[in-house]
Every structure is written in C-alpha cells, then in structure tokens.
C-alpha cells in the first residue's frame, strides 16, 4: 500500500480486531461499501473524503459548513492539519478534474477520545477555504431520538473496502441499512455504549461499512445520525456496524461547526 506509515498504524491499531477477523472469514465474491451500490456526490454533495498528501484516500468525511467537516477522531487523531486534505464533489478517486480538494488547516478530536471501541469517536476538521460548491449536511440536533428508532432506514456513503479484506472502492458506494435497538447491538458487541454509539444493519449481515469508511456519513430524515466508526469484519451475521451517535455530540460539533471564519 502506499499510505504513510502512520495511517497504516491507525487503522492497524483501530481496525486491528475488525481485520483480524476480516482475514480469518473468507470474503464472499459478491459482497461489495459491502453490499453497495454506485453513488453520486451530485445526490450527496456532503459527503467528502480524507486523503493525505500523496493523494491517498483514507476515511471518509461529511461537510457540516462550507468549512467543516465532521469525521471519527480515529482517523485523524496523532496528524497535523498539514497532512491531511479534503476531497469534495470526486466520485472516482482516480479523477484528476471531478471536485476539489482543500487543505485542512485545523484538526479538532474530542478531548474524551482514546480509542474508537471506548466512544467519542468524532473529529472537526476545519477547512483552509470553504468548499461552496457542494451543501453541507445538517447534523442530528438533541431532538432527533426519533431518528435513532429501531428498524430506521439509514444511508452510508464511503470509498472503502468493498469485502472484508478486500480492496478499497474506487468510485462512492452508498447502502441502506436499518438502525439496531441498543440491546441486540449490546448481544453484538461487549464495548458498544448506547450513550454515545449506535449500530446499523441486517441480522444477516451483507450489507455493512468496512475498513476506508470511518469517518463517513450515516444519513437518516436529512441528518447527519452517524460517523462509521468501528465494526468486527465487515457485513458479518450479527456484527453491525458501529457508529459514532452524533446527537449526543451535538453542543460540541456546533460549538465547532459554528466558530466563525478567523
Ligand atoms: N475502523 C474502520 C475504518 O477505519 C471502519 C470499520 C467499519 N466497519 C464496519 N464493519 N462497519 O475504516
């Protein structure tokens, strides 16, 4: 691979139950995000991706304002602003001319983050000029419980892995996949805290983020709901994936979302 040493030693460190299990279960043929279809920035013109100076594309990102962007604290916790770039309007990672990309010129991480399997996976990026091209996305308010209802069908965008160990994907892919109750999510997983996490898809599995999503959108009823954060393989029986709750975050990201330009 060509990412620098220290993505790779994040998403080792962070991924590093995820791929473990994604190397030991054999990724079936037809399972694409996993389970995706083809996406367009033109329907989700907030959705973004991080790449670093060499171009690579790393996570995923949403813009919450022409000059914020909202990610998972993992996957820029321990970079510089300098380090990082932002990838708007580019569907194909290969294109030279779809988009743009901005360079970060601020990281803020959330000052509880440690890792993604203890919480508050979330990350402000603030941008070195504002992206007006493409509308940001509002993110979840303290009313939006509702939307975390059980059963909610939710959106996910990303350039990630396309099967458990597979390779990441070249164009956005997009999946539905329906919010999980808090105590199946707890059966699923020992570390999943309902205060500040949430877990979306099928008990079959299929259908799922995977390694290269983190950081990107979780959308339901026109909101920011979720940041891919963490997961056990990718589209597992039984293993949802996991999601940073953002309305439990929301005093914080506006308070970040909202500090005017200097
Ligand atoms: N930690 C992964 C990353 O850095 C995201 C994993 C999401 N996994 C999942 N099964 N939904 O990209």
């Known amino acids: ?10 998403l080792a460190v962070v991924c590093l139950l995820a791929g473990m299990i994604a190397a030991a279960v054999p990724a079936s043929a037809d399972v694409r995000i996993v389970g995706g279809t083809k996406a367009s920035t033109d329907d989700y013109p ?4 991080l790449a670093s100076t060499d171009g690579f594309q790393f996570c995923g990102g949403t813009l919450a304002s022409s000059i914020k962007v909202v990610t998972a604290a993992h996957c820029v916790k321990g970079q510089t602003a300098g380090e990082i770039s932002v990838v708007a309007g ?3 990672k290969k294109s030279k001319t779809e988009g743009v990309e901005v360079p970060v010129k601020g990281v803020w991480t959330h000052p509880k983050y440690t890792d993604a399997l203890a919480g508050h996976d979330v990350a402000v990026l603030t941008l070195a000029k504002p992206i007006t091209r493409y509308s940001p996305l509002p993110i979840a308010t303290s009313n939006d419980h509702s939307a975390y209802e059980q059963d909610t069908m939710a959106t ?4 990630g892995r396309t099967a458990s160990g597979g390779q990441t994907s070249q164009y956005l892919l997009k999946a539905d996949v329906p919010i999980v109750s808090d105590s199946s999510c707890s059966d699923s997983f020992t570390k999943y805290n309902s205060n500040w996490m949430v877990c979306a898809g099928y008990p079959q599995g299929g259908i799922d983020g995977c390694q290269g999503d983190s950081g990107g959108p979780m959308v339901a009823h026109g ?5 891919s954060s963490w997961g056990e393989g990718c589209g ?7 999601y940073t709750r953002v309305m439990a975050y929301y005093t914080e990201l506006m308070q970040q979302i909202k500090t005017p330009l200097p």
């Open 156 to 159: 996910i965008l990303g350039w």
């Open 223 to 227: 909101r920011l709901l979720g940041i």
């Open 1 to 10: 691979m060509r990412d620098k040493p220290r993505i790779g030693r994040l």
């Open 236 to 242: 597992l029986p039984n293993k949802p994936g996991v």
């Open 46 to 49: 907030f959705v973004v991706y």
């Open 90 to 92: 580019r569907d194909d």
